[in-house]
């Protein structure tokens, strides 16, 4: 039997390289969960977003604005509330100089304000961001990722569980949203863009009071919603 030349040999090293490459985009490492007090971990890398909002006092700054993720816009219609939500789960930049937490923050401010059911919430949500670990991995590779909205529909399963719920277990105005659409991931290996697309579902629970704005309870677990 023939041994492999250098030439092919390196293509062939080439190929499974960029082939593990698409493998880390989809999967995120493979690795996720939240890790409390990511903070503190590490200097941030990369170009800041150029999304940016002035914090207290930033004006002032010599420095210029604090650059900070966007807040979720505060809404009294359920599905708008619901999409917005499911934008910012998906929507985040390992070369931004933020990390999982931070993403994190930008839900749990639009949580339950009465604190019950935002521990319940922290648990789901990382589930959804990769561990501090696995970003500082993906960072190497400049990946970003967000989510495009193909459907938002309130499951026929949730009229069920209104039927099933005691009275007083579930908050005023609280509803579900199904999200259905696609998740983009990309990132950069030897200066070549590689991307990874991938379907999604999932269930965002919110509550809307009447005369007040919506907030979030809990969501399911990726592609696994409520029908």
């Known amino acids: 039997m023939k041994l492999l030349t250098a030439p092919r040999s390196r293509r062939t090293v080439v190929a499974l390289i960029a082939t593990a490459v698409v493998v880390l985009l989809i999967t995120g490492v493979g690795v996720y969960g939240l890790i409390a007090g990511s903070r503190g971990h590490g200097e941030s890398t990369g170009p800041v977003s150029p999304t940016t909002e002035r914090g207290p006092g930033s004006s002032n700054a010599p420095d210029?604005?604090?650059?900070?993720?966007?807040?979720?816009?505060?809404?009294?219609?359920?599905?708008?509330?619901?999409?917005?939500?499911?934008?910012?789960?998906?929507?985040?930049?390992?070369?931004?100089g933020f990390l999982p937490l931070d993403y994190t923050e930008v839900i749990l401010d639009v949580a339950d304000p009465s604190g019950t059911e935002q521990p319940g919430l922290a648990a789901d949500l990382a589930i959804y961001l990769p561990s501090y670990d696995a970003w500082t991995q993906l960072r190497q590779y400049a990946t970003k990722q967000y989510l495009e909205i193909t459907s938002a529909y309130v499951p026929g399963a949730w009229a069920d569980a209104l039927a099933q719920a005691r009275r007083g277990q579930l908050p005023a105005g609280a509803t579900a949203f199904t999200i259905e659409g696609i998740r983009h991931r990309s990132g950069d290996w030897n200066g070549d863009q590689v991307s990874a697309d991938q379907q999604v579902a999932f269930t965002v629970f919110v509550a809307c009071p009447p005369k007040d704005t919506c907030y979030v309870l809990r969501l399911s677990q990726l592609n696994n919603p409520l029908r």
Request: aromatic fraction near 10%; proline fraction near 12%; glycine fraction near 6%.
């Open 64 to 96: 210029g604005p604090t650059p900070r993720i966007p807040a979720i816009p505060h809404s009294t219609d359920a599905e708008t509330f619901a999409r917005s939500v499911a934008t910012a789960l998906f929507t985040w930049d390992t070369g931004s």
